[in-house]
């Protein structure tokens, strides 16, 4: 499966994103393609219609572009995850099965940004880059959470395993080669995460 530059996760309203919305739409999927260090500025212009210079109202930098996306997906995915775990009550499967839920649709919905993190992250500086992980090491919290009310004798870091190995196969998106439906799609990896998030283990 290839990103078709509709990656939402950026957009405060994903309708009418803004222009910098859009600059960052495009600059991610650009990224995802080339790798930002094989992208110009002159090239996100183009991909929005707009001269290379103009960027700079909206950007200092590319670098600052990728910052800002790796930022703005990291605070989504700690804000949603924080709520859909709310959302869903008392009960820790629920919570999981929403987890798994916002965690499948940010995958299918944002390839480009998954391939830009994956990739890119070892280029922010070394403030952003911290500001990204602490927030990531925060909504994997939320998933171990859940994982620890599920694995009460596992271990808390057991649990944070677990998790992480759950957004590795959720976030396979990027590569898969499915010709499924999107909602096929979506219901067989939630089918596999649930699967691997409540297995038994002697861990």
């Known amino acids: 499966m290839t990103s078709t530059g509709t990656d939402t996760a950026l957009h405060a309203d994903a309708a009418r994103p803004s222009r910098r919305e859009q600059i960052l739409r495009a600059a991610a999927q650009l990224f995802a393609e080339r790798g930002s ?3 110009g500025v002159d090239d996100v212009g183009a991909a929005v219609g707009v001269t290379g210079p ?8 590319k670098d600052a572009m990728l910052a800002e996306m790796l930022l703005r997906i990291s605070e989504r995915l700690l804000a949603g995850g924080t709520e ?12 999981l099965r929403a987890l798994i ?5 940010f995958a299918l919905d ?6 830009v993190h994956d990739r890119d992250l070892p280029t922010l500086s070394d403030a952003d880059a911290h500001e990204v992980r602490r927030l990531q090491r925060r909504y994997v919290e939320v998933w171990v959470g859940v994982l620890t009310a599920l694995h009460p ?4 870091e057991a649990c944070r395993a677990r998790a992480h190995a759950v957004f590795g196969l959720v976030n396979s998106t990027p590569h898969l080669d499915s ?3 999107r909602a096929r799609t979506a219901g067989l ?7 691997a998030a409540t297995s038994s283990s002697q861990a």
């Open 179 to 181: 010709r499924l439906p």
């Open 84 to 95: 859909r775990v709310a959302a869903a009550g008392a009960d820790p499967l629920a919570q």
């Open 54 to 61: 103009a960027i700079y109202r909206h950007f200092a930098s």
């Open 37 to 39: 260090r094989s992208v």
């Open 189 to 195: 990896l939630a089918a596999m995460a649930e699967a």
């Open 101 to 105: 839920a916002f965690q499948v649709d």
């Open 110 to 115: 944002n390839p480009a940004l998954i391939t």
């Open 153 to 156: 004798t596992a271990g808390v």
